[in-house]
């Protein structure tokens, strides 16, 4: 697709927060910054991988004041606090000491065919809803069925089709959990999902390119998407430095 989606607010999508006051200056030091009754749940978001979004109301306007304290204050734990343009905050480790987890295989393509369904036009005319089966559909149709089980479940050894539709249901339940932790989706019921910008760090890899939806589609057709490769095309190397697979450890 290559018209940008709507705007987040626009979207409707995320946790709902009674909205921060606006006020007519930011935090002037980091011990204000620091006893501001959002900081503490805020900075435990962060530092679990949480990317925080416009739709989390409170704690993004927070984020949001402080950012410019708040830079220097996480970067002494080896973290860069980020920014992106599409509306959400999140650390990036840059060093080792609050430590790194990485998503599996299977969080990353399921993560990456979210974000396939967050540029589809029908996602936006839904305000962010997908249902589950949506995107169980979507995953078969991009890499097969026998791909998709081995994928998300890596220590099988042999594909059985009288049991891959269930452990794909499983599995996948298992990556929306853990998607939904850091912020990337909301699990509203056993059927339906909502989608938050965040997803759009899985598009790292094509943002530059006009048709985003189509390039991100081929390569994750061809198994050759690397989370946080940077460059113009959708054949380029990875830049570790941008990678969303690496969020600060649990």
């Given at each position: ?100 987890r990485q998503l599996s295989a299977g969080e990353m393509l399921v993560g990456q065919t979210l974000a396939l369904l967050y540029l589809d036009p029908a996602t ?30 890596p220590r099988k050894r042999k594909f059985d089709e009288r049991v891959a539709a269930e452990t794909v249901r499983a599995q996948v339940g298992e990556a929306l ?74």
């Open positions: 697709m290559g018209a940008r989606p709507r705007s987040d607010r626009d979207r409707g999508v995320g946790r709902r927060w009674e909205r921060r006051a606006v006020t007519d200056a930011a935090f002037h030091t980091l011990e204000a910054a620091i006893a501001d009754e959002h900081f503490p749940e805020v900075d435990l978001m962060l530092r679990r991988g949480r990317h925080i979004g416009r739709d989390d109301g409170t704690a993004y306007d927070y984020l949001a004041d402080a950012q410019a304290i708040l830079e220097g204050f996480y970067r002494r734990f080896g973290c860069e606090l980020v920014q992106q343009s599409d509306g959400y905050f999140y650390l990036l480790p840059s060093g080792e000491r609050l430590g790194r936006l005319q839904h305000g962010g809803l997908v249902a589950r089966e949506a995107l169980l559909q979507r995953l078969s149709g991009l890499v097969g069925a026998e791909v998709l089980v081995r994928t998300l479940s959990r853990r998607l939904a932790d850091l912020g990337f989706v909301d699990l509203l019921d056993e059927a339906r999902l909502r989608l938050r910008p965040a997803l759009m760090r899985f598009a790292e890899p094509v943002r530059s390119l006009a048709d985003r939806s189509a390039a991100l589609e081929r390569l994750v057709a061809r198994g050759e998407v690397l989370l946080g490769d940077a460059g113009a095309g959708d054949e380029s190397s990875a830049d570790d430095d941008t990678a969303p697979d690496e969020e600060p450890a649990r």
